[in-house]
C-alpha cells in the first residue's frame, strides 16, 4: 500500500493544476498554493495547443501519454474546457527544409504519430486562406487546442473533488527544512505544515530553490501574443505554426490559430531567446517591433486578413532550461520535488508531468523514462 503524503503545490498554473489532479486522485492530501490568481501568469496567456507533432521525437511516448490524458479529460463530462480537435499544420517557408521535415515526419509514423507531409498545391485544402508563399508543410489532425484558463480550473476543481485545497493569493516565502526532511512553507505568518513541496512555479522556480541553497538553471524567456478582434469562424482552421524540426521561420517559434471566439491570435517568443534573471518580476510592455513583425508575418502568409483589427497583445515569460526539457524530480531535501522547465510546451506535457511527479511521490516505477528530466542531470556535465 502506497504511504499517502501531505503535499503543498507550488504554483497553480497548468504545470501546479495538473500535479496537483494527479496526487490528490492518488490518495495524497494535497494544498496548492499561488501567490496571485489562479493561471494568472503564462498558464492563462497561452495558445494552449496540444500536439507532439514535430517535437523532440526521444520524447515521443511521453507526449503521446499527455496528449492521450488530455484527450480522456476532456471526455470526462464534468469537464469543460473547450477541447477542440482543429489539426496542427506547420509550415515550412524554404524548399530546401522540405526533405527534412519529411524525414521526421517519417519517424513520427513509425512512432505511431498521424502526421503527413503535405504538397504545397495540397495546402489549401486543410487551411485555404493560408495563400502566402509556403513551400511545404506537416500536418497532424489530432492536434487540439483548450482554452488555458478553464483548463487549468478545470484540473483543479477535479484536485478538490478529491480533497485538495486550493488557495490563490497566498505567496510562499520560506521553505522550512529540519535536518534535511521538509517540515513546511511560510506564507506571511503562517507555517503550512507538509512532508512534502513541490516546485511547479515557472520561471519564478530558480528563485524558490535558492531559498533551500539548491541552484536550479532555469531562466526567463519573453514570448508575446497579438489579438485581432473576431472574425468569421474557420478563417483560420488549424492551429498553423513555423516548422522548428527542420530550422524554419528564422525569428523562433511562430504560431498563429483563431479562438472560440474568433480573435486571431498570433504568438512568437523573440529571436536569441533568454531573458535576464528575475525579468518575470517586471512584466514590460509588448515590444512595438514585434507587433510590426507579427502583423507583416500575418499577412503575409493569410493576406485575406489584410482589414483585420487588432485589438491587443500582452507578454508573459516561460521557464527554460539549458536542453530545454523539464526538470522533474527530488532536489536534496527530503520531501522537495520539482516540476518546471516548460520552454513553452507545457500544456501538451502538464498532465505527463503530473503522472511522473504522482509516480514518484509513491515510489512507483515510472510511466515514462524520468532520467532525461532529473533536475540534477546539468551537474554531471563538465
Ligand atoms: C502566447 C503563448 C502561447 C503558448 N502556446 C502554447 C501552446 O500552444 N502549447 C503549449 O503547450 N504551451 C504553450 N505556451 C507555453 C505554456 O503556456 C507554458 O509552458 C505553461 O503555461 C507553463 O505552465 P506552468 O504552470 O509551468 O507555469 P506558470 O503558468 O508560470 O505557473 C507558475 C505559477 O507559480 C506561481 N508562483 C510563482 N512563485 C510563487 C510563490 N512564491 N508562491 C506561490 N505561487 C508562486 C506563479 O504566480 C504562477 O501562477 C504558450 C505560452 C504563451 C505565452
Redesign the pocket.
Known sequence: MVAKRSVVV?????????ISFFLAKSGHQVTV???????????????????PHMIDLSEIELLKWSCRAWLNLANDSRANFEYVRCGQLRFIERESEAAAAARHVEAERSLGINSSFVEAENIRCIEPNLTGPVAAATYDPDGA?VN?FLA?RTLLLNAKSFGAAIRPH????EIEIQNGCIVG?V?GSELIRCDCVVL??????A??AQLCNVNLPILPRK???LASVAVPPGTIRS?V?SCEASGGVEAGYT?I?QSSSGQI?F???LAGGLSEPGA?NFVPEVDPVFVADSIAQLLRLFPCLENTQWLRS??????VAPDQRFLIGPLEADGLFV????????????PA?GQLISDMLADKESTFRAEPYAPNRFENRR
Do not use: H, M
Request: net charge negative.
Open positions: 507550488v504554483g497553480a498554473g497548468i504545470t501546479g493544476a495538473a498554493l499561488e501567490k496571485d490568481a489562479l493561471g494568472s501568469a503564462v498558464s492563462g496567456a497561452s495558445l494552449a495547443c496540444i500536439t487546442t488555458p487549468v497566498t505567496p510562499v516565502e512553507v506564507s511547479a512555479s515557472g520561471p519564478w522556480t528563485q524558490l514570448a508575446q501574443c492551429v505554426s504560431q490559430q491570435l504568438n512568437t517568443v518575470q500582452w507578454v508573459r515569460y516561460e521557464a516540476a518546471a522547465g516548460d520552454a513553452g510546451t507545457g500544456f501538451i506535457r502538464a508531468v
